[in-house]
């Protein structure tokens, strides 16, 4: 299914924030932060991908 230009420009912003966090991440504590903050990230982002209901109807 295409993306809209809308959905897409939310996507790319999503990608944006996360690297944003990331950055402050590393800024405030280095590696170890980081890590963590990686973990975390990929945790919300298998969230919104194994939701339930989908966002997307079939």
Do not use: H, S, W
């Not at 999503?14 to 990331?22: A, V, Y």
């Not at 945790?43 to 194994?50: A, G, N, P, S, V």
């Amino acid at each position: 299914m295409p993306m809209t230009e809308k959905e897409y420009n939310g996507n790319l912003l999503d990608q944006l924030d996360l690297l944003e966090r990331l950055e402050i991440a590393g800024d405030e504590g280095g590696y170890e932060k980081m890590k963590k903050q990686i973990v975390f990230e990929k945790k919300c982002i298998e969230r919104k991908l194994y939701q339930k209901p989908p966002l997307t109807e079939n």
